[in-house]
């Protein structure tokens, strides 16, 4: 089984802020944002999250690698609408992950971009949740970018749920020196329209709002081009569109196909197959339907 490793600076951080013996590697479970564009085809092939058959997360290969790697090690997974598969868990499967994580001594770190574009705010933070009931120290990284469209101030937050006090003081201490270190004081004025936003009622709603009409119409999409490619062609199985969570879908189209799309009808994909739910519209469904199907031929 392969699994990608990599080391971040933030490992002196973990191991004097939580004093305990984590081990110093970060374990890829799933991948990060736009890296999807240069490691799709990674994902398809290699990745113990995904299968590219079903085109939905792989449960059992993921507990298999999370029962392979060192204990202590950290984990970096993405809580709702995973970027680029658009294959979540399922509430029953992140129950399960918490037993494993807590049994094996893994320190899990959440990346929830898009809170809100799955099933809803409280729906999408359903893991975080329960792995804190569990008693599990967890770090939860939230992007404000997307769910507040906040893109061009690269707005989010950090947040550390620790054993008790004295931990959370050390690991506060500790984030405090980093900062210091690394960007001192951040940009505030995302970080304030959030706050602005989060403390009204009133604003709150209108956001809580606003970001409900646009999963309603991700979804509106999503159903409006399986139909669309369902009837095309009727063969195929295309259900993964309808399964799939968030602005992405994978399609599993290959690289070939995908310049295909690009070149002789101008439909866009990145290069692994990622389709972006939230581009497309009521008009451009069928021409898109069109289009792939033929390159499914
Ligand atoms: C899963 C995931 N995490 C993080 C990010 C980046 O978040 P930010 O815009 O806050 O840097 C993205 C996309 O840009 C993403 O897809």
Redesign the pocket.
């Known amino acids: 089984m392969q699994l990608r490793l990599i080391r971040l600076p933030l490992v002196a951080f973990f191991e004097t802020s939580f004093g305990r013996v984590y081990d110093k590697t970060f374990i890829l479970v799933?991948l990060?944002?736009?890296g999807a564009q240069g490691l799709g085809e990674c994902v398809a092939e290699n990745d113990p999250y995904y299968s590219a058959e079903t085109k939905q997360a792989d449960f059992a290969r993921m507990q298999a690698a999370l029962n392979d790697i060192p204990k202590g090690s950290i984990v970096l997974l993405?809580a709702c609408c995973h970027?680029p598969t658009g294959a979540d868990l399922d509430e029953q499967q992140w129950r399960t992950l918490a037993g494993l994580v807590k049994s094996r001594g893994l320190l899990p770190f959440f990346?929830i971009?898009?809170q809100g574009f799955g099933e809803g705010l409280e729906e999408d933070a359903f893991a975080l949740r329960h792995f804190a009931e569990q008693g599990i120290p967890l770090l939860v990284?939230s992007?404000?970018?997307?769910n507040f469209s906040l893109?061009g101030e690269?707005?989010?937050s950090l947040s550390i749920v620790c054993a008790d006090t004295r931990e959370a003081d050390t690991v506060l201490g500790q984030l405090q020196a980093t900062i210091r270190r690394n960007y001192s004081s951040p940009p505030a004025h995302g970080g304030r329209i959030v706050s602005a936003v989060l403390e009204s009622d009133e604003l709150r709603t209108a956001w809580t709002n606003e970001l409900t009409a646009m999963r309603v119409r991700i979804k509106a999409m999503r159903e409006g081009l399986h139909a669309a490619l369902k009837s095309r062609k009727p063969g195929h199985d295309f259900d993964y569109v309808l399964k799939q969570k968030g602005m992405f879908s994978f399609t599993g189209l290959s690289v070939e196909q995908v310049t295909r799309l690009r070149e002789e009808f101008a439909v866009y994909l990145v290069g692994s197959g990622r389709l972006c739910m939230a581009a497309l519209t009521e008009a451009t469904i069928a021409p898109s339907a069109d289009a792939i199907a033929q390159v499914l031929d």
């Open positions: 799933s990060e944002g736009d993405h970027n990346d971009a898009y990284a992007s404000f970018s997307k893109y690269r707005c989010g």
